[in-house]
């Protein structure tokens, strides 16, 4: 992808609340572009087009009182039915990969960018690993992502077990191919940003 004057791509594995977004954000502080697919679906959700045929496969009752997509209301839905998950996912995803593919492009024609950074929750799901000249996996201890998942109010326990369950076990994540780099992400801030800034000068200098 780099050789032929293409922007070096990384991409971002890890468990829910592992910190890929923080890497991203790093990233992006030192001369990259993130493509935040989470982002670009709350977007889309909000599109009349989405809406009517997300509530047309899944019902009302993923509707808030206004008429939109509650988004915690969706995600009660399709985490405790896989076959509703594989249908929001067949809805959702062919359009997030579309944008991400114009952005990629977009990001391409821009100098200054110094790499292009996919923080995909699904990237191993959705194959798109292949795409990567580089693969980061945060590796965070759960105990943490689960104490981050309760600061934030976001779910249970529980809800994340069933969330991961949805996913490519992390182990697999980790093995997926060699090209895998290893942030830890169980210390302090500051220990996280020199990995980054390390990595970064590795892929750039490289790529």
Same mark, same amino acid.
């Given at each position: 992808m780099s050789n032929d004057g293409k922007k070096p791509i990384i991409g971002i594995l890890g468990g829910i609340s592992s910190g890929k977004s923080t890497v991203a954000a790093e990233f992006a502080k030192l001369g990259c572009k993130t493509i935040d697919a989470d982002k670009i679906a709350h977007e889309l959700l909000d599109t009349p087009a989405v809406r009517g045929k997300i509530v047309a496969s899944l019902g009302q009752a993923v509707l808030d009182s206004t008429g939109k997509i509650d988004h915690k209301k969706l995600a009660? !839905? !399709?985490f405790t039915n896989g076959d509703k998950l594989s249908s929001l996912n067949s809805i959702v995803h062919p359009l997030v990969l579309a944008r991400a593919e114009q952005l990629i492009e977009q990001y391409n024609r821009q100098p200054l !960018?110094? *790499? +292009? @950074? %996919?923080?995909?929750?699904?990237?191993v799901e959705v194959g798109w690993v292949r795409r990567c000249d580089r693969l980061i996996f945060v590796d965070c201890e759960r105990q943490l992502r689960m104490d981050r998942v309760k600061k934030m109010g976001i779910f249970d326990e529980n809800q994340l077990? +069933?969330?991961?369950? #949805?996913q490519i076990s992390l182990d697999k994540k980790v093995d997926i191919t060699d090209n895998v780099i290893v942030?830890?992400?169980?210390?302090? #801030?500051? *220990? %996280? !940003?020199?990995? @980054? @800034?390390?990595i970064f000068s590795c892929v750039t200098d490289n790529g």
């Open positions: 009660d !839905v !399709v !960018v110094k *790499a +292009i @950074v %996919l923080d995909m929750p699904l990237l077990k +069933i969330r991961e369950n #949805f942030i830890d992400n169980n210390s302090d #801030f500051s *220990a %996280l !940003v020199r990995q @980054v @800034v390390d």
